[in-house]
């Protein structure tokens, strides 16, 4: 593939689990090297990748955070430093003014290093000032408020914190440094409403060129001017001008162009194979039919014309361009059952309250939840959601209150930490349901896995290549319960489809976090339960109930 972005342009990378999205990020970084062709920048430009780790996980969140204002941040430590060394030396002068007053000196003398301090003081801030400090700080108080930083405790390691956590760490830190160019891997995944809205709006107006990659339909329409497509069936990539709206309709549109050219160019590969044999039967019935000399001679020159023009026609048969059909992979499956009666409480929760080990999360809550209903749970970062689906889930014990559950739900994480990353796919499903290996085999096939795949480690999957098989975990768990956490994270478009079209057709109990517009507007909750924080004290539960459409 060839591309050029310019200073201001926003590009999404889009395509199938496995097309290839993340590896291109990495070329670009310079992490990976492309087996043909190079990457060139302008002669100033940094780039910026938003990585998946952490390269020292014993860095604390301050000191990490700070090394992405460079000079500055370090600059700013050497004020404060001298800020402190001013005030114990103002201190230190006053004792010895009120000694050499009780001895009757006149106290001259008393300068000196003081002077030396004050002088550092000073070029610093100068220096400070020149590099633009005091915005730069005001921007990083933003940065850290928006994505839900200035919550953590900035004195934890990186190691410490949640995956989650960790990812809002690793993107503040990038946006601090403000490179030319932002490579960005699945930036919304791990930001609640308020994080993404605001990451939309910082990026639309940053002046760099930012490529990213991401399965948040609405953020795309949002803000990206182009669309760059991996194929996997092809390994092409395709290019649309527009969001995801307008990259929908014009591959459709695609599409229908290509069906119908196809469709003519069978029509006129059939003319041609009609018109080669009716030629060739006219070559042969003349040379047979003719008995005198004279009409032989006569019907071996029409022969030999007829001949030709079946050679003429055979080389515009092999060396036409064919249209190719384009292949086809099967699509995803998910079969999603549960018929739970209407009127049994599947859900209890009374008094439930979740501790850290800091204080109580949120206020004693208390909610029930019946046979069919869809639950919606929302709220800013680190206000608790994923705890409350681990503790419904049992995976948590609750500081105070109880959790009743009518079924052993089916869990869909967000994040893949906890998973034994060694397991091959296979063995990994066969662990999480009862079923023989050859049954296993031929349902990961039905999931878009090959013969190859299913035997690899989780840890060599790419994260949506992850997702599918914990779909496929949880679709065939059977349960009438189904606890989802950001379950459109990670998939590819078509899947996000299936997953939408599944979820409207399922007739148990769903509970799901989940930040993405386009899932939230098709879930249809029957109710709602928001989180809300305080600025003293833990954050509340709100409850309502809403009428499915």
Known sequence: MSLVAHAGERLGLVGENGAGKSTLLRILAGRDHA????VRYGPHDRVGYLDAQVADTTTTIRAFLDAGLGEIAELSTRMRALEAAMSAGAEDADRAEDADRAEGADGAGAGGAGDDVLAEYAAAQDRFALLGGWQ?????????????????????SLGDVSGGEQARVLLARLLLEEPGILLLDEPTN?????????????????????????????????????????????????????????????????????????EAQEKFRRRLEQDIERTANQALRTELGTHNDKARRYAKKVARKAKARERRLMREMTSAR?????????????????????????????????????????QAFSASVRGGERVLVSGENGTGKSTLLSLLSGALTPAAGTVRLARAPGVLPQVHDNLPLTLPALDYLRSQVPIYEEDAERLLDSYLFDA????????????????????ACLVNGGSDLLLLDEPTNYLDFESLDVLDEALAGYGGTLIAVSHD???????????????????DGPAYWRVTSEVAP
Do not use: C
Not at 517 to 535: C, D, I, K, Y
């Open 35 to 38: 087996d043909r062709g190079s």
């Open 136 to 156: 730069a700080q005001a921007r990083a108080d933003e940065v850290r408020h928006r994505l839900g930083v200035a919550d953590l405790d900035l004195d934890r």
């Open 190 to 262: 791990h930001l609640d409403a308020t994080g993404l809205a605001w990451l939309g709006e910082y990026l639309s107006g940053y002046r760099g060129v930012v490529v990213f990659v991401t399965h948040d339909r609405a953020f795309l329409d949002h803000l990206v001017h182009r669309i760059v497509e991996l194929d996997v069936l092809t390994d092409r990539a395709e290019f649309y001008v527009g969001g995801y709206t307008a990259y929908r309709e014009e591959k459709r549109r695609r599409r229908v162009r290509l069906l119908a050219d196809l």
């Open 322 to 362: 064919w249209l190719e059909r384009p292949e086809e992979r099967p699509p995803l499956v998910l079969g999603l059952s549960g018929d739970p009666s209407p009127e049994e409480v599947m859900v209890g929760v009374t008094d439930l309250v979740a501790d850290r080990g800091n204080g109580p999360l949120w």
């Open 452 to 471: 190859d795949q299913i035997r690899r480690p989780l840890g060599t999957m790419s994260a949506g290549e992850i997702r599918r098989v914990l779909l």
């Open 517 to 535: 517009q386009r899932f939230a507007e098709s879930f249809r909750p029957t109710q709602r339960w928001e989180l809300h924080r305080q600025p």
